[in-house]
């Protein structure tokens, strides 16, 4: 019996993994990066590529070995070797699976860390999801509104506080790398910091009835001034469809704090 | 092979002799195996009516829980829940009985359980009809008729298996063996079961 | 005529589906009556006339099949009919339509018809897939599509993956063990029944004013609860599902532990085996969740409760914990089985015993045990609580390691082998492992938080969920078709059609879910008629390989059903394999066996001459075959 080539397949997989993960990298996969979340995360997704690449090459490898290795002649009928097992080899192969995933869950921990540490001077800005559009309201710019358009400050922090009127929404805007859902009854909230200006698309990613294919808005990020301009010739009038939920909500709210003691400000719809 | 014949029409020739008899490999009997596991399915069943209950009460978060304006009659579900927990007994009583081959105690002990699962369900049903509110009553309505809703269906589903166990029971079935009264203990572990999840639930629902 | 519509059968069976549908509409419009309603009520959330017939109906069914005749005897105190096994076997076609209590026969029911609804589901695939050809509207309008996306997913999870499988461990695994039979063969053949009724009701939903459900497989709430009426067909046809995947777990389950043949202890179960009762307790412990959730919908739909209604103070997240406390053990209910048939596949056509016997049981345990703690990994992004991501997201990553050790394994176990890919299914076994990794690793990405608030909801989960299901659990199930299909049959399979059919699946695989991770991640969302034009060409590309796939299919099917019918005669062992089920004719007597063989060794024993898994009655009479031991020879390096 000839002696296991372990060199052999090693290389063949560090030229399998290397070619496969250069290729891939080519590719932009994420799209355009618009937000500060954008690096780190296309950054963390490189680096799983490239470890990935790396597993796949060892199956890979590992099989393609076997197979032209061990092929059986037609006719053969005789058996393998009888082997039952590797102590070492099963150590070693549940080992260091667990130190590359406990390594990559830190790894993308911090990431979320960091896409998700909140600024004291942010921009808080509302969202409110219907079947089928989007509303946003401005409640630190005099209590603006805009509808179907979103416009943002480049270069500061915006926090969404995300309301959904009816259903399960999703806040999506692929370019910020960032998502989350609008859920009926709760206060979500989205932080993002788009550093890059232009328009962009607000996709609506949860099912959320026939019209979730064209549940669209566009988002403008732009300088604060133009941002400003534009805020300015939006109105101070509070949308119809918006009040009538979210006031019975609102209501609800104000009687639970009401009874657990303190009030605070309501914060959703200042007016 | 001879199969053939067996097959048809329930025509039994000579040379049948059945399948073989299985080889035992454990020393637990296949029903009572059998109802264990599918009490142990139940038991998540309720789990995830518990799991939206803990939802609806703590992460929701209501201003007051139960919503003001309800009262829950606690002292008659209390009462109630001791006519339960009692049927536990007297259900023991008749699988105890059987077991040293005492049919009149089998039928006593089975016949009381069950007008004490059956008068549980009544003041069971009495109180829904005077309690006040309705499922449609906000979350709290939801939980609690689905709580104990799904309980007081599983009592009807356990005074059913103990209908069977009574009529059989009268007609002279079972032994003392255990393979001659597994229809007294089956139904008697599921029974238990019943009453052990009304425990959970009204402290759930009626106490804390 | 008379005596035949006492019978339980097809007649009777008709007699009590009309009846149950009568009893449950009667009793509807005559309480409404009663109380001063209308007779009809058809607010879409509503609808009681439809509903509780749609409860009844299956059970009028049942009674008059005769499902539950032997429980009612029993329960009245009769004497019970003395068993003649009339209800066992099949000698003629008509045998596979009947309340029929062999595992064997109910094996063969399960895997044809749930090969049927892969069809069915295949085809609403095919619909989605020419209308999404081309950006804009092709063939169906929004709210068409998403009914056919999701009743495409629930008729191939819940009618084609999951029971799929329950049917071939049916067939198999008394054989496998030593037993004649399940440990309850009329709960069997219910569990079956129970399936094509849950079908009906599901592709019934068709009909239902408002058309079929359409909130996604998922079915989140409030979404669902407001949906029209096809909404409450899903939630009562997953009663069905649910309580015919329940039963034949629990069957399994006091099978696997109280009926194993002498000898046979639990290091000496084929993984196959090992599999199952892994995949049983899932399903025992989870599969109430889903059942739960779903009552919950039906009962804020049709009672007006609001356990989901946030005005009255309901959680809407909630849904979304109870669901994937199921849907999360779910998917491995969908994998684990398929991990044993490869096994089985890889050991016996390598000629090795697997690689880690013992590892890869235990991995399936800890699958089991780390699947309960995984569910919030579809939640990242719905706003459940925020400190439950990170613990969530290591046990989801850690999953990689159990599961890695199968992989790892079945590589080890074809080293030193003799590999012959002559058949079908071993081409099967080995393009599983690669395209089963892929789906893996895009689910580890998945499991990564950063990187799933971006993709989550794209079409990279469309990719992963098939790259998953379709390169894992149908590439295992054909695998396991084919090695099986001697055994069912009796008649071997055409291998040069079951090469075409393997080639062109795997390519079709992966030319249609490889360029879904990438659209994925350039933003394309899932579950949208429509799309960007950028992705056309991508599109168009998946919809063209989509369509091989479903003709690549038709070869399987042909070759399947010509070669049951004219295939040549198998014999009993054609892969040479070991295990107890090739032991016996093909396909197996009635009774399974004469007498209940003896296990002396392990499952596996390839190579070591003289060696046995067990002994078969009536052979080696009164002499004493001593136990096998298992020869220790480690890799040498
Ligand atoms: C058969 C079904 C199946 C299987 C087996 C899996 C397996 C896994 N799945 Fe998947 N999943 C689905 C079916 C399945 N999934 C479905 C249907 C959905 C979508 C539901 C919906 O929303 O409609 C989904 C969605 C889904 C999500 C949610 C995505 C979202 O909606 O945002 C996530 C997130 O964590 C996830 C993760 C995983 C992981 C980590 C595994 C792991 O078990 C994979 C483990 C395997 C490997 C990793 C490969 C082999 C291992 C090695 C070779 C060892 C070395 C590897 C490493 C060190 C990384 N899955
Ligand atoms: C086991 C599960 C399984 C399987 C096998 C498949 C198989 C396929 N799926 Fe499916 N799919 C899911 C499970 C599965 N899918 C799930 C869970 C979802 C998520 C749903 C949701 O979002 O809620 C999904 C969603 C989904 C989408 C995304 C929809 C969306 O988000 O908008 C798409 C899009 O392309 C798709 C395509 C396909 C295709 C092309 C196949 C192909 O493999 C099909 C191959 C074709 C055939 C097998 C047909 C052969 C038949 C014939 C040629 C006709 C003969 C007919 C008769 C005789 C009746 N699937
Ligand atoms: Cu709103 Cu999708
Ligand atoms: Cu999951």
Not at chain 1, 186 to 204: A, F, W
Not at chain 3, 464 to 481: P, Q, Y
């Amino acid at each position: 019996m000839t002696r296991l080539p372990i060199l052999k397949m090693v290389l063949a997989v560090i030229v399998f993994g290397t070619v496969q993960s250069v290729i891939l990298l080519q590719f932009n996969w994420f799209g355009d990066e618009a937000s500060t979340a954008a690096k780190p995360i296309d950054t963390l997704l490189d680096v799983t590529i490239i470890i990935s690449s790396f597993i796949f090459a060892i199956v890979c490898v590992a099989l393609g070995y076997a197979l032209i290795k061990w092929r059986a002649k037609p006719g053969d009928e005789s058996d393998g070797l009888p082997i039952h097992g590797n102590t070492r080899l099963e150590i070693i192969w549940t080992i260091i699976p667990v130190i590359i995933v406990l390594g990559l869950a830190g790894y993308s921990w911090a990431v979320l860390d960091d896409i998700e540490k909140t600024d004291s001077n942010a921009l808080h800005i509302n969202a409110y999801a219907q079947q089928f559009a989007w509303t946003f309201g401005y409640p630190e710019d005099g209590n603006k509104w805009s509808e179907g358009e979103l416009h943002v400050p480049v270069d500061r922090q915006v926090i969404f506080d995300l309301q959904a009127q009816d259903v399960i929404h999703s806040f999506w805007v692929p370019e910020w790398r960032i998502k989350k859902d609008a859920v009926p009854g709760l206060e979500t909230e989205v932080i993002v910091t788009p550093d890059k200006e232009g328009t962009y698309s607000l996709i609506c990613a949860e099912l959320c009835g026939l019209g979730h294919t064209t549940m669209r808005a566009t988002v403008v990020v732009e300088s604060e001034a133009k941002y400003k301009a534009w805020l300015n010739k939006q109105t101070t009038q509070v949308p119809e469809d918006i009040l009538k939920t979210t006031n019975q909500y609102e209501a609800d709210q104000l009687k639970k704090e009401e009874q657990s003691g303190g009030i605070e400000g309501s914060g959703v719809i200042e007016q | 092979m001879e199969s053939a014949s067996i097959a048809a029409h329930g025509h039994v020739d000579d040379h049948h002799h059945g399948p073989p008899e299985a080889h035992q490999s454990a020393r637990i009997d296949r029903t009572i195996l059998g109802i264990l596991l599918f009490i142990l399915s139940e038991v998540m069943l309720f789990g995830a009516f518990f799991a939206a209950y803990f939802f609806l009460r703590v992460v929701a978060d209501p201003a007051s829980w139960p919503p003001e304006g309800i009262e829950l009659p606690v002292l008659i579900a209390g009462i109630n829940t001791c006519i339960l927990v009692s049927s536990s007994f007297t259900i023991h009583y008749a699988l105890e009985a059987i077991k040293h081959n005492n049919h009149r105690g089998l039928k006593l002990g089975l016949t009381t359980t069950w007008l004490l699962g059956a008068t549980f369900l009544f003041i069971q049903i009495n109180e829904y009809i005077h309690i006040g509110f309705t499922p449609r009553d906000g979350a709290f309505g939801s939980i609690f008729f689905s709580l104990t809703g799904l309980h007081g269906a599983h009592v009807f589903v356990g005074l059913l298996l103990l209908t069977f166990a009574n009529i059989r029971a009268y007609r002279g079935h079972f032994g003392p063996e255990q393979k001659d009264h597994l229809g007294v203990e089956v139904p008697g572990i599921y029974w238990h079961f019943v009453d052990i999840m009304w425990i959970i639930v009204f402290l759930a629902v009626y106490i804390i | 005529m008379a005596a035949a519509i006492r019978q339980p059968g097809w007649y009777r069976g008709a007699i009590g589906l009309v009846l149950g549908a009568a009893f449950g509409f009667c009793l509807v419009v005559g309480l409404r009556l009663l109380s001063g309603l209308d007779a009809f009520q058809t607010e879409q959330t509503g609808y009681p006339q439809v509903i509780v017939p749609l409860i009844t109906a299956p059970f009028g069914f049942l009674f008059g099949f005769g499902a539950f005749d032997y429980w009612f005897r029993w329960a009245a105190g009769k004497p019970t009919i003395p068993e003649d096994h009339s209800g066992h076997g099949a000698t003629k076609w008509q045998d596979y339509f009947k309340f029929n209590t062999d595992h064997k026969v109910i094996g063969t029911q399960y895997v044809v018809t749930t090969l049927f609804f892969f069809l069915i589901g295949g085809l609403l695939a095919l619909l989605m897939r020419a209308e999404l050809a081309q950006p804009g509207t092709q063939i169906v309008a929004a709210n068409t599509f998403n009914g056919l996306f999701s009743t495409h997913a629930v008729v191939m999870i819940f009618l084609f993956i999951i029971p799929v499988f329950a049917g071939l461990a049916n067939y198999v695994l008394p054989l496998m063990i030593g037993a004649p039979d399940m440990a309850f063969p009329r709960l069997n053949a219910l569990s079956f029944w129970l399936l094509p009724i849950a079908g009906i009701i599901f592709l019934g939903s068709f009909l239902a004013p408002g058309g079929s459900f359409d909130a996604g497989w998922t079915g989140y709430a409030p979404l669902s609860t407001g949906a029209p009426l096809g909404q409450t067909f899903f939630n009562i046809g997953v009663q069905f599902a649910g309580a015919s995947s329940i039963a034949t777990a629990l069957n399994f389950l006091v099978t696997i532990i109280t009926m194993r043949a002498p000898g046979m202890n639990l290091w000496r179960m084929p993984l196959l085996v090992w599999a199952n009762l892994s995949t049983s307790l899932l399903v025992v412990g989870a599969t109430p969740f889903v059942a739960g959730a779903q009552f919950m919908v039906f009962f804020d739909r049709i009672l007006g409760m609001n356990f989901f209604n946030f005005l009255e103070g309901g959680d809407v997240i909630s849904y979304q914990h109870i669901f994937w406390f199921y849907s999360h053990p779910a998917v491995y209910i969908m994998m684990l089985p398929g991990f044993g048939i490869i096994s089985e596949i890889i050991s016996t056509h390598a000629r090795k015993p697997v690689f880690g016997y013992r590892l890869m049981a235990l991995a399936l345990i800890g699958i089991v045990v780390l699947s309960y703690s995984v569910w919030a990994h579809h939640m990242f992004v719905a706003g459940m609580f925020s400190w439950l991501r990170v613990p969530i997201m290591i046990t989801t990553m850690l999953i990689a390691v159990p599961t890695g050790i199968k992989v790892f394994s079945w590589l080890g176990t074809l080293f030193y082998g003799k590999i012959h890919t002559y058949s079908t299914a071993m081409l099967f076994a080995l393009a599983f492992i690669i395209t089963f990794t892929v789906g893996g690793i895009s689910g580890v990405m998945l499991g990564m938080i950063p990187i799933d608030i971006h993709v989550s909801d794209t079409y990279f989960v469309v990719a992963h969920i098939h790259f998953v299901l379709f390169g894992g659990s149908v590439f295992t199930i054909f695998a396991g078709i084919y090695h099986w299909f001697p055994k069912m049959t009796g008649r071997m399979y055409d291998e040069r059609l079951g090469r075409i059919h393997f080639w062109g699946t795997l390519v079709g695989t992966w030319m249609t879910f490889i360029p879904m991770h990438w659209i994925g991640m350039d933003g394309m969302p899932r579950r949208v008629a429509d799309y960007a034009s950028q992705y056309g060409d991508w599109n168009l590309l998946i919809s063209v390989s989509a369509f091989v796939l479903g003709a690549v299919q038709l070869v399987f099917l042909y070759n399947m059903i010509v070669s049951w019918r004219f295939g040549p005669k198998a014999g009993p062992n054609p892969w040479r394999a070991n295990s107890i089920e090739w032991q016996v004719s093909s396909p197996p007597p009635v009774f399974n066996f004469d007498e209940i063989p003896r296990v002396v060794g392990g499952p596996y024993e390839y190579g070591t001459p003289g060696a046995r898994h067990a002994i078969m009655g009536g052979e080696g009479e009164g002499a004493e075959v001593p136990e096998t031991k298992p020869s220790t020879v480690t890799v040498p390096s």
